[in-house]
């Protein structure tokens, strides 16, 4: 039988909860991330700009749009800018 001390569960228990508050923080980030690529593809739409690459100005793939609908460039623009 394993005994845990008061004061060592004590900070166990604040590790968890700084764990548990920094991922639920950086969850909050991603999700406002998400949202700000939904409003501008949905500015796309309203300019009629939507699907269009926004480095060559080419259409974006329809697979990649399935995949990501806020993604802003085409297949060959994102691998040479990588």
Known sequence: MVR???PAVGRLSRIDA???QAMAIETENRRQIFIEKIDLALIRIKQKTYGLCASCEGHIEKKRLENDPAVT???NC???KQ
């Open 4 to 6: 845990l001390d008061q």
């Open 78 to 80: 994102a691998t040479d």
């Open 73 to 75: 460039i085409c297949f």
């Open 18 to 20: 700084m764990r548990a």
